[in-house]
């Protein structure tokens, strides 16, 4: 069974530095999809980014960039120049690739306090 | 526009007293979802449904009740068999593909007072 590990709980910065949350992933298929959820205070889970197995290209999206190597099953999610407003839950998430059902399992999720 | 809803955003209840949760989705989705969240805590899922008329037991089911009679409602009942109901409670809605990620509506707090 699929299963998301995201072992930083908490992560707390100050304004302006990098940070970077982890993910690591265990999945007995060779077709599977990656995804970063952003809960805010507000409550609601955002989408930020979805990622095929078969697509291992780093992707960056103005000061967020993710890095998936499938050696090390990680799909790790960095900030750069954090702000306030980047406080937040996050959420790392795996979906194996189904017909007809999406079973999607979620990581415990990173707390991120970045502080002014 | 389309989404989710989430109906109350806040909601209090008395110990011993059964409450709902509404989610209305009108997305056209087929699945639809519903986790716990508890504070510092991850998503557990309590219930999901594929289909109209049919629904499975999450990890966390005992105490929870839901119905699916039309494709955009999937309501949840707190009974009060549910001995610590007091929690964040997301709806969520998706087709049936894994490539598919789920949408999320706004929450509902639950607190029993």
């Known amino acids: 069974a699929q299963k998301v590990t995201q072992a930083q709980t908490e992560i707390s910065v100050v304004e302006k530095e990098d940070v970077t949350l982890d993910c690591v992933y265990e999945t007995r298929d060779t077709t599977y999809y990656l995804f970063w959820y952003k809960q805010p205070p507000s409550g609601e889970l955002v989408f930020l980014i979805r990622?095929?197995?078969?697509?291992?290209q780093n992707e960056i999206s103005g000061r967020y960039s993710w890095n998936f190597q499938k050696s090390t099953s990680s799909f790790n999610f960095t900030i750069t120049a954090s702000q306030v407003v980047d406080s937040a839950v996050y959420f790392c998430?795996?979906?194996?690739?189904?017909?007809?059902?999406?079973?999607?399992?979620f990581g415990a999720g990173t707390r991120l306090t970045v502080k002014p | 526009d389309g989404g989710i809803t989430q109906s109350p955003k806040y909601l209090f209840r008395k110990e011993g007293q059964n409450v709902t949760l509404s989610c209305e989705q009108n997305l056209n989705h087929d699945a639809m979802y519903w986790y716990r969240q508890d504070p510092g805590q991850g998503l557990r899922l309590i219930y999901y449904?594929?289909?109209?008329?049919?629904?499975q037991k999450g990890d966390i089911a005992e105490g929870y009740s839901v119905s699916r009679e039309k494709k955009e409602s999937f309501p949840l009942t707190v009974t009060s068999a549910q001995k610590n109901p007091t929690a964040f409670y997301l709806c969520?809605?998706?087709?049936?593909?894994?490539?598919?990620?789920?949408?999320f509506g706004s929450g509902t707090r639950l607190t029993v007072v």
């Open positions: 449904s594929q289909i109209v008329n049919d629904f």
């Open positions: 990622r095929n197995s078969f697509d291992e």
């Open positions: 998430a795996l979906s194996e690739a189904r017909w007809n059902n999406n079973d999607m399992r």
């Open positions: 969520a809605s998706s087709i049936l593909r894994g490539d598919y990620g789920y949408t």
